[in-house]
């Protein structure tokens, strides 16, 4: 091929049918979150970057907001509550993502990251869709001594990306994920395509992968199958 890396940005029911050829052919991919909305589709890009000696990383930039790296400092290895709100304007046009997939994801992916595993208890709190795509979803995830609020959806005309911590016996400190540091590399953006090029060297890289795609796809998978359930739920981890 006459280049070495690819940015794959489509919608993300078309991911897999984009990247696995470049993978195979050795290009390394960056692909726009959700890495895919099925597990059959990771695993097959999966296996076309092994083929291909290539790097296949999710834009999970999210990762990189030095406010959620904040946040988890406050917090730490103690007991407390984590509590995010995504908000946006509007729901996503033709793609098949739903507020899980398109907004929720994000903090899915750094919690799987900092906890280590993505089997929780798991209480949907509110949900509201069209048909069957959930365009607002509210859950609980149970971490034992952590537990994590998490609210997604399309609403309104204004876009909020907010991050709460309250540590045990500690009063809660809020921040604004979109308050981000003037220095000109500073940005999540920036962070993440340093940490891709790395991960393409064989350098070690913070860069969400697509095998770390997969528990937070499953995580995704059983909150919204308990969203679609006809009352809300809780379910234990298995």
């Not at 930039?61 to 959620?68: C, L």
């Not at 995010?84 to 304007?89: K, L, M, Y």
């Not at 962070?191 to 995704?220: H, I, N, Y």
């Not at 059983?222 to 359930?229: D, F, K, Y």
Request: hydrophobic residues 40%.
């Amino acid at each position: 091929t006459p280049f070495d890396i690819a940015i794959v940005a489509t919608p993300p029911e078309s991911h897999r049918d984009v990247a696995v050829p470049l993978l195979e052919a050795g290009v390394h991919c960056l692909v726009e979150k959700p890495l895919a909305l099925r597990a059959d589709d990771i695993e097959a890009m999966i296996s076309a970057a092994a083929l291909g000696g290539a790097a296949l990383a999710v834009g999970h930039n999210e990762r990189f907001n030095v406010n959620i790296e904040r946040c988890v400092a406050v917090l730490g290895d103690a007991a407390g509550q984590i509590g995010t709100e995504r908000i946006s304007p509007l729901a996503p046009g033709a793609s098949q993502a739903d507020a899980i997939a398109d907004l929720m994801v994000h903090d899915l992916d750094w919690i799987v990251r900092r906890e280590r595993r993505s089997d929780c208890d798991i209480a949907v709190l509110d949900r509201a869709r069209v048909e069957e795509r959930l365009r607002h979803v509210r859950c609980r995830l149970d971490y034992g001594s952590r537990r994590y609020e998490l609210t997604a959806g399309y609403a309104g005309s204004t876009r909020t990306r907010t991050i709460q911590v309250t540590p045990a016996g500690d009063a809660p400190q809020v921040f604004d994920l979109t308050e981000l540091p003037p220095e000109r590399d500073g940005d999540p953006l920036s962070r993440q395509a340093r940490s891709f090029l790395d991960l393409c060297d064989g350098r070690p890289a913070a860069v969400s992968t697509g095998a770390e795609a997969l528990p937070v796809l499953r995580l995704a998978e059983r909150i919204r199958a308990l969203c679609l359930r006809p009352a809300l739920a809780v379910q234990g981890c298995s």
